[in-house]
């Protein structure tokens, strides 16, 4: 077997077409993970009555059970509950109606949603229970306190885990092929079949996976750093 550059560089290049793709599905994913987590982990870590056994539950299934589980789950469970409840009311819409790519961010919403609840109760046990305690002592209703003081510094506590977390969601975009979503690694599989160069191909994408994920960290770096800063005073 022998390297071809020319095509190394050709698959790259044509590889770059879908990078937006799999960002998209990354932050978006991420992003409603963190929700999701926010408020699984708030639940859990204040032990809300009834819902907290099913947050509970929610983060042992998903974080005990492979991403592409969950995928194939949501992609042929979906479709059966929109259908049924649309001939139920009488509704015109079809599950077939629905982009693949809802599936994917379905699907890798609530997976992320799991771990992130982990990342931030983390952050919020790292928070002395003296800082909630001060904060009704001078007045502060139990949302502000968690506003002005916790969530501040559980998010400085919990960016080391949370830039994983997006690292990991960033690297398991690569499953959404399972249901025809052409990502980074889809469509180097695309590009390498007109002519068996697998490999070249996947070193491509391997190239674009390591690119984006140094800019995650870096970015990262950057903002630990600047809320370093406001931690030690050092910003008016």
Same mark, same amino acid.
């Given at each position: 077997?022998?390297?071809?550059? &020319? $095509?190394?560089?050709? !698959? ?5 077409? #879908? %990078?937006?793709?799999? *960002? ?82 379905? &699907? $890798?919403?609530?997976? !992320? ?5 982990? #990342? %931030?109760?983390?952050? *919020? ?83 674009? $996976? ?27």
């Amino acid at each position: 077997m022998k390297l071809d550059p &020319s $095509f190394i560089w050709k !698959a790259f290049v044509e590889l770059l077409s #879908v %990078v937006p793709t799999t *960002l998209l599905i990354t932050v978006v994913s991420v992003a409603c993970g963190l929700l999701i987590g926010t408020a699984i982990a708030l639940i859990r870590t204040f032990r809300v009555p009834v819902l907290h056994p099913v947050a509970a539950a929610y983060v042992t299934f998903f974080r005990g059970t492979p991403m592409i589980t969950h995928l194939l789950l949501i992609y042929f469970g979906m479709p059966l509950i929109v259908d049924g409840v649309s001939a139920f009311f009488g509704w015109p819409f079809r599950s077939s109606a629905i982009p693949m790519i809802a599936f994917a961010l379905l &699907s $890798f919403s609530i997976t !992320a949603g799991a771990y992130a609840s982990e #990342v %931030v109760r983390s952050g *919020l046990i790292a928070v002395s229970k003296g800082q909630l305690e001060a904060a009704y002592s001078i007045g502060m209703t139990t949302p502000q306190a968690l506003r002005r003081i916790v969530f501040p510094q559980a998010f400085a506590a919990s960016l080391p885990n949370i830039t994983q977390l997006f690292i990991g969601m960033l690297h398991g975009s690569t499953l959404a092929f399972a249901v025809s979503v052409v990502e980074i690694n889809a469509k180097a599989q695309i590009v390498a079949a007109t002519n068996w160069k697998f490999f070249d191909a996947y070193l491509a994408a391997a190239l674009i $996976f390591w690119g984006l994920t140094v800019l995650i960290e870096r970015a990262a770096g950057l903002l630990e750093r600047r809320i370093q800063l406001y931690n030690r005073g050092g910003v008016a």
